[in-house]
């Protein structure tokens, strides 16, 4: 059985402030191609960025993948490396009660199912190019910058 096409994803998304406008920025990355994809909205968090920027990223992959995806935010990756299971067992709720961003998550977990997924965390700010990248974007998408397209 042949393996599925490898694609390294990075997201990231904020809001300045926060909660308020919101940004978010996809690099996704197939060999020697790459694809950016960015976005913003009026009214948002820090959170819901984060969240929009992945399911964006996995969205646009038109088949079954095995993915690598970095993240500077622990929501994100903790959300849904150790969080979700339980979630789900309780009806989509916290021990505490509702669950934040409780759209976002079910389809986010919807199309994690799709893929062979690895999450990653990345330390914001540190460094990593290609994480200062898709934060720039997202900060540019949220200044209303939006660009999307692709680079070679």
Same mark, same amino acid.
């Given at each position: 059985?042949?393996?599925?096409?490898? !694609?390294?994803?990075?997201?990231?998304?904020? #809001?300045?402030?926060?909660?308020?406008?919101?940004? +978010? $920025?996809?690099?996704?990355?197939?060999?020697?191609?790459?694809?950016?994809?960015?976005?913003? *909205?009026?009214?948002?968090?820090?959170?819901?960025?984060?969240?929009?920027?992945?399911?964006? $990223?996995?969205?646009?992959?038109?088949?079954? #993948?095995?993915?690598?995806?970095?993240?500077?935010?622990?929501?994100?990756?903790?959300?849904?490396? *150790?969080?979700?299971?339980?979630?789900?067992?309780?009806?989509?709720?916290?021990?505490?009660? $509702?669950?934040?961003?409780?759209?976002?998550?079910?389809?986010?977990? $919807?199309?994690?199912?799709?893929?062979?997924?690895? +999450?990653? +965390?990345? %330390?914001?700010?540190?460094?990593?190019?290609?994480?200062?990248? !898709?934060?720039?974007?997202? %900060?540019?998408? %949220?200044?209303?910058?939006?660009?999307?397209?692709? %680079?070679?």
């Amino acid at each position: 059985m042949a393996q599925p096409p490898h !694609v390294v994803i990075y997201t990231d998304g904020g #809001c300045d402030p926060n909660p308020g406008p919101g940004g +978010w $920025a996809a690099l996704l990355r197939f060999g020697a191609h790459e694809k950016i994809l960015s976005g913003a *909205e009026p009214a948002a968090t820090n959170n819901r960025m984060e969240l929009t920027a992945a399911i964006q $990223a996995l969205n646009a992959l038109k088949s079954p #993948c095995q993915v690598d995806l970095f993240t500077d935010s622990q929501y994100l990756r903790r959300g849904i490396t *150790e969080w979700l299971p339980a979630w789900r067992q309780r009806g989509w709720k916290r021990k505490g009660g $509702a669950l934040a961003n409780l759209d976002l998550w079910q389809v986010l977990d $919807a199309l994690v199912q799709q893929h062979q997924m690895t +999450w990653h +965390w990345v %330390r914001g700010h540190a460094g990593d190019r290609d994480n200062a990248h !898709v934060d720039a974007l997202a %900060r540019q998408a %949220r200044r209303g910058l939006s660009q999307s397209g692709n %680079r070679i």
